[in-house]
Each structure stands twice: as C-alpha cells, then as structure tokens.
C-alpha cells in the first residue's frame, strides 16, 4: 500500500514537473514567433527555473544574437558593392562618353 502512495506521488511530482516544462517552453516559442513576425533587436525573456530551459533560451538569444550581426554584415556588403558596381559603370562611361563626342566630330 505504502509502496502504491509513493509511486502515485512520484507519478503526481513528475507530471507537474513535466506541465511547468512545457509551460515555459510554450512561452519561448510565443516569444519566437513574436521575434520571427516582426524583426526586432528583442531577445528571450524567460523566468524559468529550470535549468534546462534557461540554457535552451541562452542559446537561442546567442543564435539571434549572431544571425542580427551576419545581417548587418551582408547588409554592408551589399552597399559597398553597390557603391564599387557604380563607380565601375562611371569610370566606363567617362571614356566612352569622351570617345562618342570625338567620333560624332569626326564624321560630321
């Protein structure tokens, strides 16, 4: 009987362990999605207990973290390439235009 009472209970603690887990990882994907939604400098806030939850959130804040900088960087990379991919066509058109005023003199 006794032995019974103890597994219930055991039983009892494990599934309220289990309900708070998925509540807390409930939360972190709301905040995910909110994230994903609407592009933001936000990061997870989690007041979790556990301590395999807190870690999961730590990471995730890390991979945000480092997918905002990848996007500055190529970002910047697009404009620098921009600006070269301009100063190309100008240094192409400079002489070109030079030449087409000399050849229209010519054949006039």
């Known amino acids: 009987m006794t ?3 103890i597994f219930i209970l055991m039983l009892a603690f494990f599934s ?3 309900f708070f887990v998925l509540l807390d990882v409930s939360r972190v994907v709301k905040q ?3 994230i994903v939604q609407d592009p933001t400098n936000q990061e997870l806030k989690l007041h ?3 301590f395999l939850v807190k ?3 730590l990471k995730i804040n890390q991979l945000l973290i480092k997918h905002r900088k990848n996007e500055r960087e190529l970002y910047q990379l697009k404009n620098e390439q921009d600006v070269a991919i301009h ?3 100008h240094d192409l058109r400079t002489p070109l235009t030079i030449a087409s005023g000399y050849t229209q003199v010519l054949l006039k």
């Open 32 to 34: 995910l999605d909110s």
């Open 3 to 5: 032995i019974l009472v």
């Open 87 to 89: 100063n190309i066509a």
């Open 48 to 50: 979790s207990r556990n």
């Open 55 to 57: 870690d999961l959130a």
């Open 16 to 18: 309220l362990y289990l």
